[in-house]
């Protein structure tokens, strides 16, 4: 029997006191909102709020596991991939939209360490993709 996506992977993993949060793209509502490669047909400003949703998705996604988001003790790493033209460089700028999200929510226990990554594609055509690694109380 073939399995169906839902299947394969989960949104979040706890293993010990860190959690693991699958790759959340930029939607509102559950459509993916901002479609395409930066510096091209999406500008800096649309994919830092683009990263500001996949963001929000992730704490989403955490608070449903989590029942809350009292149990996370840090964000302990962010990984940011930017669907981008070739020549653009700007990935730790759009990136910026999500560390200001997890910032703004959790103060001092969202600052965390991340990387940004100009990436060919996403899937479904998204133009970020946010992970993150959270360590628990």
Do not use: N, W
Request: aromatic fraction near 4%; include cysteine; charge should be negative.
């Amino acid at each position: 029997m073939q399995q169906t996506p839902s299947q394969l992977i989960t949104p979040v993993t706890v293993f010990g006191d860190l959690a693991f949060v699958s790759g959340q793209l930029p939607r509102e509502d559950g459509v993916l909102k901002y479609r395409g490669k930066v510096g091209g047909e999406i500008s800096v400003e649309e994919a830092q709020h683009a990263a500001a949703l996949s963001a929000k998705a992730c704490l989403d996604a955490l608070s449903l596991a989590l029942s809350g988001l009292d149990r996370i003790a840090q964000i302990v790493k962010i990984t940011g991939f930017v669907a981008s033209e070739a020549e653009f460089t700007g990935q730790g700028a759009v990136i910026d939209g999500a560390s200001r999200v997890l910032i703004d929510t959790l103060g001092e226990r969202g600052k965390h360490a991340r990387s940004a990554i100009g990436v060919q594609q996403l899937p479904h055509g998204a133009a970020v993709e946010i992970e993150m690694i959270v360590g628990l109380k």
